[in-house]
């Protein structure tokens, strides 16, 4: 996976929708033999999905980046697969305290590049985040075509992400239009329970939202502002970041070990 500088940027552009709702999930995960719905009422067909039912990580669905020099945005942990595990049906990121190739904390980042990529769908995922001081967990997409097309012409799409201990989900596309362009909202909620974040991408547009309600909408009808990088194929991660441009360089370690859990990722698509 290359470098490249994804949120730096967050501080200057967002926009702020005033406050939609105080609402959560069900804090307990899901019962492991719990149905996979097959259609959604909007007449939606799941078309992939992994529900974490295994005892271990499904490689046929996810690689692994590994590293850890700062991913761009000078974050501190090591990436590595042996910090994500799956446990009572959910997937566990957990970042941890621990030195390795120069950096103080240890962490995973996994991908659906080059196993499952998409081009318009519902993308979804129930998870449940940590929340303290440094701790930057996400749930976003990138386009499949980043070896031969570099960041931001390849296009990002971060379907969730939280910072530190703010009351603030941020939705943001970024893309390139004569330069890195980004158009970013956020909605306040209670980060630490479970939530389904989502987004609903055709061909006029993407629409986030978290629990069913949406909150932000970014028009991509007929590549309007240089926006094709979303009409190309998209692959789907997840991780837990330490540190970093945007949350800052101080860590809350009486928060670490810090785990994500995701109960399910699922992607349907029409017709």
């Known amino acids: 996976m290359k470098n490249f500088s994804r949120h730096t940027k967050h501080i200057i552009l967002f926009t702020f929708a005033p406050v939609l709702f105080f609402t959560s999930c069900n804090g307990v995960p899901k019962d492991e033999t ?11 067909k799941l078309i992939w999905s992994d529900e974490f039912n295994k005892s271990f990580v499904d490689t046929s669905n996810w690689v692994y980046d590994i590293g ?3 991913w761009g945005n000078h974050e501190q942990e090591y990436y ?5 595990t799956v446990e009572n049906g959910n997937l566990v990121i957990t970042g941890k305290k621990e030195d390795k190739s120069g950096n103080h904390y240890t962490s995973s980042r996994m991908k659906t590049k080059g196993k499952h990529e998409f081009l318009y769908g519902k993308i979804e995922a129930r998870i449940k985040i940590p929340v303290g001081q440094g701790l930057w967990p996400a749930f976003w997409m990138l386009g499949s075509n980043i070896d031969a097309i ?3 012409a390849c296009g990002e799409t971060d379907i969730m ?3 530190n201990t703010d009351s603030l989900l941020f939705g943001t596309p970024h893309w390139d239009n004569n330069g890195h362009v980004m158009k970013g909202d956020t909605t306040l909620y209670t980060p630490s329970d479970y939530h389904i974040y989502g987004i609903d991408w055709d061909s006029t547009a993407i629409r986030w939202y978290v629990d069913g309600k949406q909150y932000h909408e970014l028009d991509i009808t007929n590549n309007i502002n240089s926006t094709e990088e979303f009409h190309r194929p998209f692959f789907i991660l997840l991780n837990l970041a330490i540190g970093g441009d945007w949350p800052g360089q101080q860590i809350d370690e009486s928060k670490i070990p810090a785990k994500m859990y995701v109960d399910y990722v699922r992607v349907y698509q029409k017709g």
């Open 34 to 44: 719990s149905a996979t719905p097959a259609e959604d009422s909007n007449g939606y």
């Open 68 to 70: 850890g020099e700062g």
């Open 161 to 163: 992400e939280h910072i």
């Open 150 to 152: 570099p960041w931001p």
């Open 80 to 84: 590595q697969a042996d910090n994500a």
